[in-house]
């Protein structure tokens, strides 16, 4: 079964940092894409990062470009998202999701993706 599970989120201030985890099970991923998403309360869910299996090739939505860093370990079947400076606007919880080999050019739709986790709140409040 298929399965990635987040953690790393947490409360943190604003301008704080904080390291999410995507870890695979069931499966590697050395030929998957995944992506990070993320769903604010009443809003709908949206791409944050996305990391090919190709290259590593990576994609950033506009809001954290410079700000968030994703990155794979594929050793430890693991993909990480580096979040600095952070705002208060990157309140939600985030989710990663698998897709196979290459992020593409529609990698910020939820559609393409699968393999859903359970997500991880990440909260940025003084």
């Known amino acids: 079964q298929l399965q990635l599970v987040e953690s790393g989120g947490g409360l943190v201030q604003p301008g704080g940092s904080l390291r999410l985890s995507c870890e695979a099970s069931?499966?590697?991923?050395?030929?998957?894409?995944i992506g990070w998403f993320r769903q604010a309360p009443g809003k709908e869910r949206e791409g944050v990062s996305c990391?090919?299996?190709?290259?590593?090739?990576?994609n950033y939505a506009d809001s954290v470009k410079g700000r968030f860093a994703i990155s794979r370990d594929n050793a430890k079947n693991t993909v990480y998202l580096q979040m600095n400076n952070l705002k208060p606007e990157d309140t939600a919880v985030y989710y990663c999701?698998?897709?196979?080999?290459?992020?593409?050019?529609?990698?910020?739709?939820?559609?393409?993706?699968?393999?859903w986790g359970q997500g991880t709140q990440v909260t940025v409040s003084s």
């Open positions: 990391i090919s299996s190709v290259s590593d090739t990576t």
């Open positions: 999701g698998a897709k196979f080999r290459i992020c593409g050019s529609n990698w910020s739709g939820r559609s393409a993706f699968g393999s």
């Open positions: 069931g499966f590697t991923l050395d030929y998957y894409a």
